[in-house]
């Protein structure tokens, strides 16, 4: 794993870095401000610890978009023991921790990833639907075809055109097959042409 990309370092950064892990933990759950929560993401990142998934698994579901990003990168950046949790992290009942897990999950690209980003199609948020799409468009396993073939027909044309792409990424004559006759009845412009694009 490489280090994550330096965020916006804030006023006490040098202390947060002499800080220990359990001091980084309590820094990330408990500051209020979104800004240090986001440096010790990163630095608990940097860190590659068990010890840390736990508190930055929490932190997927931050009340601040950007120590979100910051926890899923980090998490990213532990490498896969953090697969499992973020599994069982799809379950969570807050979407937005759901959708960045789907993102980590997709990011890790393991295998092991497939199953629980098969469970993200048929989460009750098109967001989480979407990014379990996009995380299996990387992942190339035919077992997704399925689950995606039915997201094809789903309510949201970002999630249909996202879902388009993992079929077209995972490639097959069966995902072809569901493309073209899906876009015999598609109307939104936008996903016609990501099922254009993927039929030729």
């Known amino acids: 794993m490489t280090t994550t990309t330096r965020p916006t370092v804030p006023d006490g950064a040098q202390d947060l870095e002499n800080q220990g892990i359990e001091a980084l933990i309590s820094t990330l759950k408990n500051n209020g401000d ?3 929560r986001r440096y010790s993401a990163y630095l608990l990142g940097n860190a590659r610890t ?14 601040d978009k950007a120590v979100r990003e910051q926890a899923v990168l980090a998490l990213v950046n532990t490498g896969k023991a953090a697969v499992e949790p973020l599994s069982a992290a799809m379950n969570d ?22 199953k629980p980003l098969v469970q993200g199609l048929r989460d009750s948020r098109d967001h989480v639907r979407y990014m379990a799409a996009k995380g299996l468009t990387g992942l190339g396993d035919s077992s997704a075809i399925d689950p995606l073939v039915i997201l094809l027909k789903d309510e949201n044309p970002l999630v249909r055109t996202m879902t388009t792409k993992a079929l077209s990424a995972i490639g ?12 015999a009845g ?15």
């Open 186 to 200: 598609e109307t939104d412009e936008r996903v016609r042409k990501a099922m254009t694009e993927a039929l030729h």
């Open 34 to 36: 979104p800004s240090i």
């Open 50 to 63: 068990r010890h840390a998934i736990r508190p930055l698994i929490e932190a997927l579901g931050d009340v």
């Open 172 to 183: 097959g004559t069966k995902a072809m097959h569901a493309i073209r006759d899906a876009m």
């Open 93 to 114: 009942p807050k979407w937005e921790t759901r959708y960045r897990a789907a993102e980590a999950l997709g990011k890790l690209a393991d295998e092991k990833a497939v």
